[in-house]
């Protein structure tokens, strides 16, 4: 595999809007080199006959039905800890310019 060039690595940084020094420019040149080298490996493994793991606990159907629950407390009870209301509303600022 290729060795990643500084402007590889300035691409890099450009694309995800980074702005690196000369040192760490550097050090991702050897740190992102390595990742691909053990990808290259990873992608000459022989994987045929093995089934795809999708999960390794064993458990399936492990939600909780639906079950309507009262806690005692009313839609007025729950309005009055707000800091703005009105009338049975939530009162927020403006979020639409």
């Known amino acids: 595999m290729a060795k990643l060039t500084q402007d590889d690595i300035l691409k890099l940084a450009k694309l995800a809007r980074l702005r690196l020094t000369e040192t760490e420019i550097?050090?991702?040149?050897?740190?992102?080199?390595?990742?691909?080298?053990?990808?290259?490996v990873l992608?000459?493994?022989d994987i045929?006959?093995?089934?795809?793991?999708?999960?390794?606990t064993g458990l399936t159907n492990i939600t909780r039905p639906d079950e309507v629950r009262d806690y005692g407390a009313t839609p007025s009870d729950l309005l009055k800890n707000l800091p703005a209301r009105e009338k049975n509303y939530?009162?927020?600022k403006r979020m639409i310019r």
């Open 48 to 56: 045929k006959g093995l089934m795809p793991t999708y999960q390794v």
């Open 43 to 45: 992608q000459n493994v």
């Open 26 to 40: 550097n050090k991702l040149q050897g740190e992102i080199g390595e990742i691909l080298e053990y990808v290259e």
């Open 90 to 92: 939530i009162k927020t």
